[in-house]
């Protein structure tokens, strides 16, 4: 879906699953999975293709292209966009990362860009990053947008879920 409201197909959810350890204080363990009624229709594949699962050992290096979608405000003090946005960022090292926002568990990542103005926002909230292996190899599920200060500020990166953290509870989830 690229408008909001244009959805070619809509099922229910059966299922969610959140995580058992997820803190709404400090956002650690910040993750759920929603299980569907009804698989996608074979219809659709040519307009939606999976991203893969990372491996519990896979990183991010700034040779991969990292790009974080959504309809979330553009601007802090903006309405929500009606049309999926997307701003390519790059993942920041974990040292850099505490350094920015200090409470910073294993399980979270940061990215964005230094000079800001591209980050997700408020109404991004678990949406994906994603990212590219270098050479225009296979997209990874990096990161799931989780808080950040403000959006797009300088030095201020988004901080989101740090996948491979979770490889083992998601894959012991849909088996």
């Known amino acids: 879906m ?3 409201g244009s959805a070619k197909y809509v099922v229910e959810i059966q299922r969610i699953v959140v995580h058992e350890y997820y803190n709404a204080q400090m956002f650690d363990y910040d993750i759920a999975l929603l299980q ?3 698989p996608w229709p074979p219809s659709l594949s040519p307009l939606v293709q999976p991203v893969c699962l990372p491996p519990s050992s896979h990183t991010v290096t700034d040779s991969h292209r990292c790009v974080v979608t959504g309809w979330g405000y553009r601007t802090e003090d903006t309405v929500l966009s009606l049309v999926l946005q997307k ?3 790059s993942v920041m090292s974990q040292t ?3 350094k920015r926002y200090g ?3 294993p399980r979270m990542l940061c990215a964005g860009v ?6 997700a926002c408020k109404g991004d909230s678990g949406g ?3 990212c590219q292996a270098p050479g225009g190899g296979r997209w990874f599920l990096i990161g799931i947008v989780s808080w950040g200060s403000g959006c797009g500020r300088p030095n201020l990166p988004g901080v989101y879920s740090r996948v491979t953290k979770f490889t083992s509870w998601i894959y012991s989830h849909i088996r």
């Open 36 to 38: 569907l009624k009804k």
């Open 96 to 98: 850099e990362c505490k």
């Open 87 to 89: 701003a390519e960022v």
């Open 128 to 130: 994906p990053l994603s």
């Open 2 to 4: 690229l408008t909001q």
């Open 103 to 105: 409470i910073i568990s």
């Open 114 to 119: 230094p000079s800001g103005g591209r980050d």
